[in-house]
T-cell receptor
Framework: RKEVEQDPGPFNVPEGATVAFNCTYS??????FFWYRQDCRKEPKLLMSVYSSGNEDGRFTAQLNRASQYISLLIRDSKLSDSATYLCVALNNAGNMLTFGGGTRLMVKP | DAGVIQSPRHEVTEMGQEVTLRCKPI?????LFWYRQTMMRGLELLIYFNNNVPIDDSGMPEDRFSAKMPNASFSTLKIQPSEPRDSAVYFC???????????????FGPGTRLLVL
């Protein structure tokens, strides 16, 4: 079983839709969590951090449930430019190693 | 800042040849990471360095892979001999330390696309 698991998708949604991605992790000692975004044939880039209290950045909301070892990302009013692969990431308890999920592919269509 | 720089951007080689991938981290960053990304296995950490010292190489697939960081601004990942199953995108990433606290954000280079025939 992978340490960080995601539904690979693809999620095909129309512009303006709300879409949610989920992620589970197996290492309960993981310290912090993130969502990275990776465009086709590009490098991953940090999208946002995930906190137990929830974290909102514009149209994006990330949530962490430590009890269920579950992380989510909600995108509201999706844009064509949101089309990408979204990687769920866990930081180990030493604070120096990231473990990436396999990614969830999102395609936003006109 | 130019960001993390990797070279070459693309490499096509034949099985059995030596391949050397290069990385220049962001200036002032203390950590350097090498990752490999494939469709089947996703993004995997191979090895990371702190202040030029290898800290964890448990992700290195086998003895054919080696990595060095001779100074703070340069690292290499070498595959010798290369095999078709080594075909992947290899990313280098770096992160900094502020007030003696490692920062969580890693900045990735554009990657090297390796194809071993």
């Amino acid at each position: 079983r992978k340490e960080v698991e995601q539904d690979p998708g693809p999620f095909n949604v129309p512009e303006g839709a709300t879409v949610a991605f989920n992620c589970t992790y197996s290492n309960s000692a993981s310290q912090s969590f993130f969502w990275y975004r990776q465009d086709c044939r590009k490098e991953p880039k940090l999208l946002m951090s995930v906190y137990s209290s929830g974290n909102e950045d514009g149209r994006f909301t990330a949530q962490l449930n430590r009890a269920s070892q579950y992380i989510s990302l909600l995108i509201r009013d999706s844009k064509l430019s949101d089309s990408a692969t979204y990687l769920c990431v866990a930081l180990n308890n030493a604070g120096n190693m990231l473990t990436f999920g396999g990614g969830t592919r999102l395609m936003v269509k006109p | 800042d130019a960001g993390v720089i990797q070279s070459p951007r693309h490499e096509v080689t034949e099985m059995g040849q030596e391949v050397t991938l290069r990385c220049k981290p962001i200036s002032g960053h203390d950590y350097l990471f090498w990752y490999r990304q494939t469709m089947m296995r996703g993004l995997e950490l191979l090895i990371y360095f702190n202040n030029n010292v290898p800290i964890d190489d448990s992700g290195m697939p086998e003895d054919r892979f080696s990595a060095k960081m001779p100074n703070a601004s340069f690292s290499t990942l070498k595959i010798q001999p290369s095999e078709p199953r080594d075909s992947a995108v290899y990313f280098c990433a770096s992160s900094e330390v502020k007030d003696r606290v490692p920062q969580e954000t890693q900045y990735f280079g554009p990657g090297t696309r390796l194809l071993v025939l």
